[in-house]
């Protein structure tokens, strides 16, 4: 059940905690809920996400960078096994995509397994881009300034230092040199918050299978798109009744428009930096 899984994965997560080959985790993201509301609300269940996404993207103390161990190896598929109710796709997808990448980067440039692994990378990527539905997940925290309008280069560099999903791969992949799987990221992400819809290429994107034990009927069972609104974030109330109930605030305001505008503001990022690469020095694009 999933009660059962919290608790698994919250032992998980501390022998993670206490495991020095691994990162710490960051259980600052839990702050304030109840086992109850971790079970049982929508938002519960994002802070979770964004944790285990915090787990395992790209960044300088991550599962991925640590992830090539066998310690590594093995809370990810502990975590794929025991808790799928939480870890999710996005989640497990995240980590194999920035699993290969990182055995890409650490081959010859080149070698043809770089080559292999980074393409590998991108498919896995392309594939956890559609999950990820959070638009705080992928926009980071946004210091809205009244009606003030945040350029393209302010909300990608923004996402990068949120630890953006989205941001992470797009890095990942042009260090890898891969252009296409770049731009297709950024493009299915923006499609989960009202971008064009881009078809699934089954060439293109790996490790859709479900996870072993889970049930048919349990594949997306909590994880899927929340409905788009107005607001697209703000404060979500424990539904349940009686004196007990908590607010749970996150404390943001993060929009679905706020992530379709950082998944284009990436390309036009990296779009900027290959011109600016490719023109002489010091002439204006």
Same mark, same amino acid.
């Given at each position: 059940?999933?009660? +059962?899984?919290?608790?698994?994965?919250?032992?998980?997560?501390?022998?993670?905690?206490?495991?020095?080959?691994?990162?710490?985790?960051?259980?600052?993201?839990?702050?304030?809920?109840?086992?109850?509301?971790?079970?049982?609300?929508?938002?519960?269940?994002?802070?979770?996400?964004?944790?285990?996404?915090?787990?395992?993207?790209?960044?300088?103390?991550?599962?991925?960078?640590?992830?090539?161990?066998?310690?590594?190896?093995?809370?990810?598929?502990?975590?794929?096994?025991?808790?799928?109710?939480?870890?999710?796709? $996005?989640?497990?997808?995240?980590?194999?995509?920035?699993?290969?990448?990182?055995?890409?980067?650490?081959?010859?440039?080149?070698?043809?397994?770089?080559?292999?692994? $980074?393409?590998?990378?991108?498919?896995?990527?392309?594939?956890?881009?559609?999950?990820?539905?959070?638009?705080?997940?992928?926009?980071?925290?946004?210091?809205?300034?009244?009606?003030?309008?945040?350029?393209?280069?302010?909300?990608?560099?923004?996402?990068?230092?949120?630890?953006?999903?989205?941001?992470?791969?797009?890095?990942?992949?042009?260090?890898?040199?891969?252009?296409?799987?770049?731009?297709?990221?950024?493009? +299915?992400?923006?499609?989960?918050?009202?971008?064009?819809?881009?078809?699934?290429?089954?060439?293109?994107?790996?490790?859709?299978?479900?996870?072993?034990?889970?049930?048919?009927?349990?594949?997306?069972?909590?994880?899927?798109?929340?409905?788009?609104?107005?607001?697209?974030?703000?404060?979500?109330?424990?539904?349940?009744?009686?004196?007990?109930?908590?607010?749970?605030?996150?404390?943001?305001? +993060?929009?679905?428009?706020?992530?379709?505008?950082?998944?284009?503001?990436?390309?036009?990022?990296?779009?900027?930096?290959?011109?600016?690469?490719?023109?002489?020095?010091?002439?204006?694009?």
């Amino acid at each position: 059940s999933r009660c +059962i899984q919290l608790l698994n994965l919250m032992s998980c997560l501390e022998r993670a905690h206490s495991t020095p080959a691994l990162p710490e985790v960051q259980w600052g993201l839990l702050h304030g809920l109840t086992y109850y509301q971790l079970a049982t609300s929508q938002e519960g269940q994002e802070r979770i996400e964004s944790l285990l996404n915090a787990l395992v993207s790209q960044g300088e103390k991550t599962l991925v960078v640590n992830g090539l161990s066998s310690d590594g190896d093995l809370l990810a598929d502990t975590l794929a096994r025991q808790c799928y109710l939480y870890f999710s796709s $996005a989640s497990r997808l995240t980590f194999l995509g920035f699993r290969s990448a990182n055995d890409a980067l650490s081959r010859s440039s080149n070698s043809p397994q770089r080559a292999g692994l $980074a393409n590998q990378a991108a498919a896995y990527l392309r594939s956890a881009s559609r999950h990820w539905y959070a638009p705080t997940l992928v926009a980071g925290r946004l210091s809205k300034d009244g009606n003030k309008r945040l350029g393209w280069e302010e909300l990608a560099t923004n996402a990068m230092e949120s630890r953006s999903p989205l941001a992470l791969a797009a890095d990942i992949l042009m260090k890898l040199g891969n252009v296409e799987g770049l731009a297709d990221v950024c493009l +299915i992400c923006a499609a989960n918050f009202g971008g064009a819809k881009v078809p699934r290429n089954e060439r293109k994107e790996l490790g859709e299978g479900t996870v072993q034990n889970m049930m048919g009927w349990e594949k997306g069972l909590y994880h899927h798109p929340p409905p788009s609104n107005a607001s697209g974030g703000g404060d979500v109330i424990d539904s349940r009744s009686g004196a007990d109930s908590r607010e749970i605030v996150t404390g943001m305001d +993060i929009t679905f428009p706020d992530a379709l505008q950082t998944c284009h503001a990436i390309i036009f990022y990296y779009v900027s930096k290959l011109l600016g690469e490719a023109s002489p020095a010091n002439q204006p694009l």
